[in-house]
């Protein structure tokens, strides 16, 4: 079946504009997650959904950063004014469950200029 | 902040040798994972071991686990140039309960020259 799907696969942006990642979980996966991951690094927590609500955004590193799952499927991660700092990949897993593996899909590649 | 810890960094060897990679974490957990990600984007999972296992096997991959040092490996046998990649270690923390989240480790960069 069709894995976890995320758009755009590149994005780049100039500092201080807005941006929308778009991510489409495993249909079915109630657990869906936001990571990044800078060069070189392993990719890090940003927020956890369990259906609609966000269960655990404690690594969104500040209020630019915010995350919906309107219909506890697709997903965005939306960030204001970005800073160069953002640039990273951005990741996008879901899981049947909270307790088990996760799927992760392909990335988002946020260039700020 | 990442919890875990590979160890090497970068690992070099022939086809058909043997690669080991460890990995150390800081505080209990109900699981720890190992994933694999080819160029830097997707990760694929490869295996899941349980805080009360010690020991899984998946095909070429063997995993354990030893809590009372928080501590795992991850040995692929028969190597092949296709297993070139960076693997990282993931640990789902102990919330007494359903856990929501993974901390990677840092990554070992595996090179399998053909």
């Known amino acids: 079946g069709a894995g976890v799907s995320q758009t755009p696969s590149n994005k780049v942006t100039e500092k201080g504009k807005y941006v929308e990642l778009r991510c489409d979980p495993i249909?079915?996966?109630?657990?869906l997650y936001w990571y990044r991951q800078s060069l070189g690094q392993g990719p890090e927590f940003l927020i956890y959904?369990?259906?609609?609500?966000?269960?655990?955004d404690s690594g969104l590193p500040n209020d630019r950063f915010f995350a919906v799952r309107p219909e506890g499927s697709v997903s965005t991660l939306k960030i204001q004014r970005t800073e160069r700092g953002d640039s990273a990949v951005y990741l996008c897993?879901?899981?049947?469950?909270?307790?088990?593996?996760?799927?992760f899909g392909p990335g988002t590649r946020l260039t700020v200029l | 902040s990442q919890q875990g810890e590979e160890d090497p960094q970068a690992l070099s060897i022939q086809e058909g040798e043997n690669a080991t990679m460890n990995c150390s974490y800081k505080?209990?957990?109900?699981?720890l994972q190992w994933y694999r990600q080819n160029s830097g984007r997707g990760l694929v999972h490869l295996i899941l071991?349980?805080?009360?296992?010690r020991e899984k096997h998946s095909g070429r991959l063997r995993v354990t686990l030893d809590t009372s040092k928080k501590s795992s490996s991850l040995l692929i046998t028969a190597s092949r140039a296709a297993d070139t990649a960076s693997y990282f270690c993931?640990?789902?923390?102990?919330?007494?309960?359903?856990?929501?989240?993974?901390?990677f480790g840092t990554g070992t960069l595996l090179a399998v020259q053909p």
């Open positions: 897993a879901s899981s049947p469950d909270a307790a088990n593996e996760q799927f």
């Open positions: 249909s079915g996966h109630t657990a």
């Open positions: 959904f369990q259906g609609t609500g966000a269960a655990d």
């Open positions: 505080t209990s957990i109900n699981n």
């Open positions: 071991i349980r805080s009360n296992e």
């Open positions: 993931a640990t789902d923390l102990n919330y007494g309960g359903a856990t929501n989240k993974l901390i």
